[in-house]
């Protein structure tokens, strides 16, 4: 059976235990197409802030 050697500090247990409280990223609706994506970033529709910044490939 394993046993530790040395006992892990309260510093190094809560870095252990950084990532068990990640939430979800913020997303965003897009207002002209209604698309949900995440915020700051274009839309796959090529919208963002209500604006076509971005070609569409099919045009």
Same mark, same amino acid.
């Given at each position: 059976?394993? @046993?530790?050697?040395? #006992? &892990?500090? /309260?510093?190094?247990?809560?870095?252990?235990?950084? !990532?068990?409280? =990640? *939430?979800?990223?913020? =997303?965003?609706?897009? /207002? *002209?197409? +209604?698309? @949900? !994506?995440?915020?700051? !970033? $274009?839309?796959?529709? +090529?919208?963002?802030? +209500? #604006?076509? $910044? $971005? &070609?569409a490939?099919?045009?």
């Amino acid at each position: 059976m394993a @046993v530790q050697q040395n #006992k &892990k500090s /309260p510093s190094r247990r809560n870095m252990r235990r950084a !990532h068990d409280f =990640l *939430t979800n990223p913020p =997303l965003a609706v897009e /207002p *002209t197409s +209604g698309e @949900v !994506h995440l915020r700051h !970033h $274009v839309s796959p529709s +090529g919208f963002y802030r +209500g #604006k076509r $910044v $971005v &070609k569409a490939r099919e045009e």
